[in-house]
């Protein structure tokens, strides 16, 4: 059996090879990853010299050596984690989303169909339904919720949904989709919520939260996405979509201020920043498919989550001060810099 994981040096896709040679052993497993600014070959360090894994520096984007990969591999299975991420930066530059999460996602297709994968996973995300207003607390995101992206980030990943559905009907490729919610734990990048405050409240640092803080996410610990993420392979119906979040809604403002509760760092760090273009309100996922088709639930409470998650970067301190002292620094300044 191989696993081709593309975005393999990423944060999800990282924490889900760890997961599946963890629990399969044996299964061979191919990361593709063109490391970008957000893939750190360090992060793969404890899998690189096991003789059933192999890391390929290459774009999805790049048909010629996808197709050659292909070949060479023979895959049975395909997971597509590779995407630029982040939503801030896809406001300030929207093409490189256009390019590696849509026409990405139509090369790996491409030569999945034409090298007969019996699985292809598309790793999409809630965002791609837009958002919900915070007044109405029984609203959720179903699979049949429309798609209604807000950020060039999330238009193009509903585009990418979009173009594996259309493989599904027009070519019967075997593929299934998930949408997940915010995820956190070890390795994730530290430009995103959790980690940035982590980081900027260890190094007695402004912790900038967006508008008022009110905003909304559903917070599932990496594992468990990964779990789910495995029964959809092994057992999900092709062509289908599964939403995965585990019921987790918490308001940004009480996370940065849990994190200074659990860091004994003071609430006085917190600096309210102008708010992100088109900010999302809230994110909340039904995740009732997943529950009663495959059996999925979360295993991981917020509570015991976070702390694991702190204490790993408080343990891995070398980790993520290496990315924060490199170009990381441009970044935080072009984003946080004038912010008022
Ligand atoms: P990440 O930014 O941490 O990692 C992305 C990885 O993809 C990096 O290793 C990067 O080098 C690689 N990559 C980017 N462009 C590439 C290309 N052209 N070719 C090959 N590799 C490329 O992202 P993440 O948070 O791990 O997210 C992984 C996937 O999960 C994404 O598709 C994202 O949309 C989805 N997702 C993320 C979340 C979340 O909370 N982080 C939630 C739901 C869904
Ligand atoms: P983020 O981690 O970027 O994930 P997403 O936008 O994909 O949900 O942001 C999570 C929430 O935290 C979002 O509402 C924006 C907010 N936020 C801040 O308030 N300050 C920050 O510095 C960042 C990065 C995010």
Redesign the pocket.
Known sequence: MTLIV??????????FIFYMLSIYPDMRVVC?????????LSTLASVMGKANFRFVK?????QKSIGKLFEEEKPDIVV???????VDRSIENPS?FL???II?TQVLLDAARQWGVKRYHQ?????VYGDLPLDNPNLFFTEETPLHASSP?SAS?ASADLLCLAYYRTFDLPLTI???????GP???PE?LIPLMIANALNDQPLPVYGQGLNVRDW?YVED?CAAIDLIIRKGREGEVYNVGGHNEMRNIDIVKLICKELGKPESLITYVSDRKGHDMRYAIDPTKIHEELGWLPKTKFSDGIRLTIKWYLDNRSWWEEIISGEYKNYYERMYGGRQ
């Open positions: 593309t975005g393999g040096a990423g944060f999800i896709g990282a924490n593709v990853d063109c490391l970008t600014y957000a893939g750190n290459i774009s999805i984007t790049d597509n984690f590779a995407a630029e991420s982040h490189v390019e590696t999460n990405g790793v999409s995300t809630d965002e980030y990943k998930s949408r997940c919610s915010n995820n956190y390795y994730h990048f995103k599932l996405h």
